[in-house]
């Protein structure tokens, strides 16, 4: 496996600091325990009667399901870590746990939905838009793309190939739009919306800004949907989250173009605008921007941090559904934070620099990472082939910024 000798490479060992109590999203009680109700049913309750129920010698975080074990190891440096033996666990709860809810999240410009699991786990679901082989067209806007189900599964195991580990853990899910979303939703606006098709198939298509009408419907064949299930992250009641607007953000308009593609010293300025004047929140924007690039993602507008941990942190890459639509041309203005700053992490530049060996091709790595979720294959070989041709690129532009 190269992924495993990728993740033992003294590169993907370098330990994170100390992680002291304030470094921690959450502070545990030790005490709190998690059981089956007695009932016999597979709903979990939080229960400090629990202690009689549990094995002898586990702990209270054994007791835990899969999502909460996950929001309990976000801390300041990582949101999992590198050797996460959750990991597996946590993407086959998303995979296969019954679905006991589903309702349209709000806002946005396409459909989503909130799916909910007997043990009070969420996910976030991306239904498919788009087949692996379509590509979207040369004269479409950026903010005009479908979001793809696929470059959320793909966008995940890239970021964990990357090191970066800032996307939450996504999983392929073939859904049963009737059973799993028709039959049990309390939406009642997403109900209305349900119809079958004149070719037999069951149809939906909720309500949002852009993309949500019978045109733009999400059909099953007859019944059975693909689509991205993505762990949720804390309640913003108990892990309150800030945005903030990306500097080098889109001007999402026809015709207009944004400050930082008029001026080529547009860098100077952000480097001294907080939270980019001091800390390493610059050389995070351009790991983002690194990953963007490699799977041509134009639509980062925003990106969020968690405000327990103040300014230094790392960058949540949420949204990433409008990565991978392209293979056949690459996107170099996503590469702008890089090229106009000309600073990039030495760690980031070293794994990069690894990816591009053939012990450990970007591409190689991320066909095998792919291969285990349960919608393989997630990704169109053309579109491997692209990553390994961007990789080249933005080692070039390390190398121009090294050399000049």
């Known amino acids: 496996s190269k992924l495993a000798a990728l993740f033992e490479h003294p590169l993907y060992t370098i330990p994170i600091p100390e992680v002291t109590e304030k470094d921690k999203l959450f502070v545990v009680n030790p005490m709190e325990k998690f059981s089956l109700r007695s009932s016999g049913s597979d709903e979990w309750v939080s229960s400090s009667k629990a202690e009689t129920l549990l094995p002898t010698g586990k702990t209270a975080y054994d007791t835990y399901p899969s999502w909460l074990k996950f929001h309990v190891g976000i801390n300041r440096y990582e949101l999992y870590p590198r050797q996460d033996p959750l990991m597996p666990t946590l993407l086959q709860d998303l995979a296969t746990q019954r679905i006991v809810s589903s309702v349209q999240k709000s806002g946005g410009t396409q459909l989503k939905l909130i799916m909910t699991f007997p043990n009070y786990g969420q996910a976030l679901f991306k239904p498919m838009k788009q087949t692996r082989d379509q590509e979207t067209p040369i004269d479409f806007f950026y903010f005009s793309d479908f979001e793809r189900h696929n470059a959320e599964i793909a966008a995940f195991h890239l970021d964990r190939i990357l090191d970066f580990r800032r996307i939450p853990p996504v999983s392929g899910r ?29 149809c939906f298509y909720g309500e949002c800004s852009y993309y949500c009408s019978t045109e733009h419907a999400i059909c099953g064949k007859p019944d ?151 919608l393989a294959p997630i990704l169109a070989e053309p579109h491997l082939r692209a990553l390994d041709r961007r990789l080249g690129k933005v080692l070039a532009a390390v190398g121009r910024c090294l050399a000049g």
């Open 224 to 374: 059975r949907l693909e689509g991205s299930m993505a762990a949720l992250l804390p309640d913003k009641a108990l892990a309150k989250r800030r945005s903030w607007r990306s500097p080098w953000r889109r001007s999402y308009h026809k015709s207009k173009k944004a400050e930082w593609e008029l001026n080529p010293n547009y860098c100077a300025q952000v480097r001294e605008t907080p939270p980019y004047d001091r800390g390493h929140r610059l050389l995070d924007l351009i790991d983002m921007a690194v990953l963007d690039f490699l799977m041509g993602n134009m639509d980062r507008h925003h990106y969020e941090t968690f405000e327990k941990f103040g300014n230094d942190t790392f960058l949540l890459h949420l949204d990433n559904g409008r990565g991978f639509g392209t293979h056949s041309r690459d996107e170099p203005s996503i590469l702008a934070p890089l090229r106009q700053c000309c600073s990039i992490k030495r760690s980031t530049y070293l794994r990069l620099q690894l990816l591009a060996t053939q012990p450990y091709r970007l591409s190689d790595l991320l066909r095998e990472a792919l291969a285990t979720d349960p």
């Open 174 to 202: 073939l859904v049963n739009i009737t059973k799993e979303i028709r039959d049990i939703t309390t939406d009642k606006k997403l109900a209305k919306t349900f119809f079958i098709s004149p070719a037999g198939n069951v």
